[in-house]
Structures are given as structure tokens and as C-alpha cells.
């Protein structure tokens, strides 16, 4: 349980708020089952909130994950093939794959399953309603795309109404 301290009419009132996943998200359900491998390393900066969110969603859909913070995350994208226009804030590395950024898990899972001849999927930037990127009712359409060595990209999934 965490307090959230409110002044209110000059009183300062202590209000309880349970932290509860009653909540819940449409990411929340797999639609994809997948059973090969599940070891993740998420690359992000430390005082990034959203990442820890994203990593949450990782491992409720049973991917074992090495969470590490760093400063150096530009020298990381550069490292592991991220075009700068791709990028979004955490980088992420699967079974010789980079996912960058706000990918949901399901398309992780496809891309494992498929075994594509790339270098990566990424939702470029940071849209609002993507995993870990809650914000209400609130859900941008995006897209999540796959990329090439070359920085090459094309989509690989599209997210409309969800």
C-alpha cells in the first residue's frame, strides 16, 4: 500500500491507495502460445518508469528477463543495429533478435516462432497505450515493425482499435 498525500482546505489529508492489477490491461491476455525460448536482457536507463512497466508485461507472459540499467543506452542502439529513426527508450535482446522499444509480447512470441531473417522488431518512439505505456483509456493506433541490418523496415504488425 502506498499514501498519497493531498492538501485539501488547508488540511493536509493522508489518503491510502492499495496498489491493486484489478486494472486490467488489454495486454494482460496471450493470444499467442509459445514455449521456446524465454531469456530477455532489457537494456534501459534507470530512472525510466515506462521500461519497468514494459518489463512487468514481459514477465507476465512468462519471459525470463535480466533487467539492466545503464547510462550508455545510445551506445547500445548504435551496437546492436538500431537505426536512430527506430529507436525508442529501452533495447531488449532475445534469441539473436533486438526488440526496441514498446513491442507487446504476442509479437515477440510470433517473431520466435516464425524464425524471420532480421535483425529486429521496434515501435518507434513512445506511443500512448502500448505495454507499459498505459494511459487510461487512452490508445494510440501503432505500429510494430521489423528491421533489417541495412535499417531497413516494413511492418510487422498494426494495432488500430484494441
Known amino acids: 500500500m502506498r499514501l ?3 492538501l485539501s482546505l488547508g488540511l493536509l489529508l493522508v489518503l491510502p491507495v492499495i496498489s491493486s492489477h484489478a486494472e486490467e490491461s488489454v495486454w494482460d ?4 502460445s509459445y514455449f521456446g525460448p524465454s531469456n530477455i536482457t532489457v ?5 525510466c518508469g515506462c521500461c519497468k512497466k514494459w518489463v512487468e508485461h514481459l514477465e507476465q507472459h512468462h519471459f525470463t528477463v535480466k533487467d539492466i540499467t545503464t547510462d550508455n543506452m545510445q551506445t547500445l542502439k548504435q551496437q546492436y543495429g538500431v ?3 527506430l529507436a ?5 535482446i532475445i534469441d539473436g533478435y533486438v526488440i526496441e522499444g514498446h513491442v507487446p509480447a504476442d509479437d515477440i512470441k ?3 516462432m516464425e524464425k524471420s531473417k532480421i535483425t529486429g522488431l521496434t515501435v518507434p518512439a513512445m506511443p500512448v497505450g502500448t505495454p507499459g505505456m498505459e494511459m487510461g483509456a487512452r490508445k ?3 505500429h510494430v515493425l521489423q528491421f533489417n541490418e541495412a535499417g531497413q523496415s516494413k511492418p ?3 494495432y488500430q482499435n484494441y
Open 88 to 92: 525508442s527508450c529501452h533495447t531488449a
Open 29 to 32: 491476455k496471450a493470444q499467442v
Open 83 to 85: 537505426p536512430r529513426e
Open 43 to 47: 537494456y534501459r536507463s534507470p530512472t
Open 156 to 158: 510487422f504488425n498494426a
Open 140 to 142: 494510440d493506433p501503432f
Open 4 to 6: 498519497i498525500y493531498q
Open 110 to 112: 510470433r517473431l520466435l
